[in-house]
C-alpha cells in the first residue's frame, strides 16, 4: 500500500517539511502536485516528476525532482514553487492568527501533468502551515493616530522590539511579524496608509509618525530597550533608512531591496522636508508577461541634480544590513545599497554591511513562500514586475531568513540566551 507523508504535518510556515513515500514499486515514475486556495479563494499549484528508488521509496531530501516545476533536489520545492491558478497573484496570508494555510499534497501514479477529476490520488496528505506559535499573543494598537498589530512572543520577557514595514501595497500585512515574534521578538506590524482612517494614497511620509511608533514599543513593558530594530521592503525600506538616520531609537535596521534616497513623496520630519527623486515615467518598460518594469524609472542617485534627496547615511547611529536580490525588476537595488555602503565608508564608518542574492528577485519573503513575479499593487491600474528565478529566489529567502534573525539577536539582545 503506497503512503505519502510529510512530517510534521502541522508547523509553522518558515519550517521545512520532509516528504516521504513508501510502498511504491521499484523505480516507478511519480506524479506530486501540491495546492492551497488564500483566503480569498485563490487557489495556487505546484507539480514535479519524481523516480522511487529501487526498494519503492521516495525521500524528497534525497530525491531529484526530474520536471515539472523545478528540477534537482529540493525538499521543500512543492511548496516555493507554488503558482495562482489566476496571474498576477500574490500569495500571503490575511488573517495569521485564526487558521493555518492548508497545503494539499497528492501522489498519483505515472507522469500526470493536470490533475484530473477522472484520475485518483494513490496517496494525500494535508499539511498545515502556521503563521504563529502557540501562546503568540496579538494585540491591535489604535493608540493616537498609530495603526498597527503588535505580536508579543509568550512568556514574560523582555523581548527585543522590531518594526515591521512593507511597501507600496499599503494596508496592515501582518505575516512577517507574527513568524518573528514565534521566534522571540516582539514585532509591531504598522500601516501607514490605506488602512482605517488613515488617507488612502501615499503623498507624504511624516517621519514623526514612525518615530511615534517607535516610542510605543520602547514604552511597553514586556520590549526590551533601549532601541529598536527595523524590517523593511521597498518603499518601508526607504521609511526604514530614514529612521535609521534621524531616530536615535533605532539601534538595527534590515532594508530589503530598497533605496538609499527619498523617492516619488517627500519626507517631512519636523522642520525638515526631504524633496524627493521623481520617476521618468517615459522610461517605463513592459515585460513579455505584460508586467510593467519599473527598474529604469527611478531618478540616478548619483546625479548632483538629485543629492538634496540621498539619504545622509553617515548619520546612522545604529547597524545597517541591506539585502539585495539581483535580479530585482522594480528598483536598483544593489546599486542603491552600493552607493549607501559608500557614502558610509567615505565618512569613516562602518556600521553597514549588503548581502547580495543572484537570481532573487524584489519580493523576497519569509522561507519557502513562492515567488511572486509580478501582481498588481494598491493604487496602481498596472501589473508590476518584481522579478526573481524561483529556485534562486527561494534559496535566498530560506538564507536571508536566518541573517535577519541573527542580525536582530547580535544587536538588539544584552542577553542572547533568552532567545
Not at 76 to 99: D, Q, T
Not at 158 to 185: K, M, Q, T, W
Not at 204 to 224: G, M, S
Not at 298 to 316: C, H, M, W, Y
Amino acid at each position: 500500500m503506497i503512503h505519502l507523508t510529510a512530517t510534521p504535518a502541522s508547523a509553522l510556515a518558515d519550517e521545512p517539511v520532509h516528504i516521504q513515500a513508501t510502498g511504491l514499486h521499484p523505480l516507478q515514475l511519480v506524479t506530486l502536485h501540491a495546492s492551497l486556495k488564500d483566503e480569498k479563494g485563490n487557489l495556487f499549484r505546484s507539480r514535479a516528476f519524481y523516480r522511487a528508488n529501487q526498494v519503492g521509496e521516495l525521500d524528497l531530501k534525497q530525491a531529484p525532482s526530474l520536471g515539472g516545476d523545478y528540477m534537482g533536489v529540493h525538499p521543500m520545492g512543492l511548496f516555493w514553487s507554488l503558482k495562482p491558478e489566476k496571474p498576477f497573484r500574490r500569495l500571503y496570508k490575511r488573517e495569521v492568527m485564526k487558521s493555518p494555510f492548508l497545503v494539499t499534497l497528492k501522489l498519483y501514479d505515472s507522469l500526470y501533468i493536470e490533475e484530473s477529476p477522472t484520475v485518483q490520488p494513490r496517496a494525500s496528505q494535508v499539511v498545515q502551515r502556521w503563521y504563529h506559535r502557540p501562546g503568540t499573543q496579538r494585540v491591535q494598537i489604535r493608540e493616537g493616530r498609530l495603526r498597527g498589530a503588535l505580536f508579543l512572543p509568550p512568556g514574560e520577557g523582555p523581548f527585543p522590539g522590531i518594526l515591521d514595514l512593507f511597501g507600496n501595497v499599503g494596508g496592515l500585512i501582518e505575516y512577517r511579524a507574527s513568524l518573528l515574534a514565534s521566534h522571540g521578538f516582539a514585532v509591531l506590524a504598522l500601516a501607514y496608509f490605506a488602512y482605517e482612517d488613515l488617507p488612502d494614497r501615499l503623498q507624504e511620509v511624516d517621519l514623526e509618525y514612525f518615530e511615534e511608533a517607535a516610542n510605543l514599543l520602547l514604552a511597553h513593558p514586556k520590549i526590551q530597550g533601549p532601541g529598536i530594530g527595523v524590517i523593511s521592503v521597498s518603499k518601508g525600506a526607504e521609511i526604514a533608512l530614514a529612521m535609521a538616520c534621524f531616530l536615535k531609537q533605532v539601534a538595527a535596521t534590515i532594508c530589503i531591496n530598497g533605496p538609499n534616497a527619498i523617492l516619488d513623496f517627500p519626507l517631512r520630519y519636523k522642520d525638515l522636508v526631504i524633496s524627493p527623486i521623481p520617476s521618468s515615467m517615459e522610461n517605463m518598460l513592459t515585460d513579455v508577461s505584460g508586467a510593467t518594469i519599473c527598474l529604469h524609472i527611478k531618478g540616478d542617485t548619483r546625479n548632483k541634480l538629485n543629492q538634496q534627496s540621498v539619504l545622509p547615511i553617515e548619520k546612522a547611529q545604529g547597524q545597517i544590513l541591506f539585502i539585495v536580490g539581483e535580479n530585482d525588476q522594480a528598483l536598483n537595488s544593489r546599486e542603491c545599497g552600493t552607493q549607501a555602503l559608500e557614502r558610509l565608508k567615505s565618512h569613516g564608518r562602518n556600521n553597514g554591511r549588503m548581502l547580495v542574492y543572484p537570481g532573487a528577485g524584489h519580493l523576497l519573503e519569509p522561507p519557502y513562500a513562492p515567488l511572486c513575479y509580478a501582481s498588481q499593487t494598491y493604487g496602481h491600474s498596472i501589473t508590476l514586475l518584481w522579478g526573481g528565478d524561483p529556485t534562486k529566489h527561494a534559496a535566498a529567502q530560506e538564507h536571508a531568513w536566518g541573517e535577519i534573525r541573527k542580525f536582530f539577536r547580535q544587536h538588539l539582545t544584552q542577553t542572547r540566551s533568552q532567545l
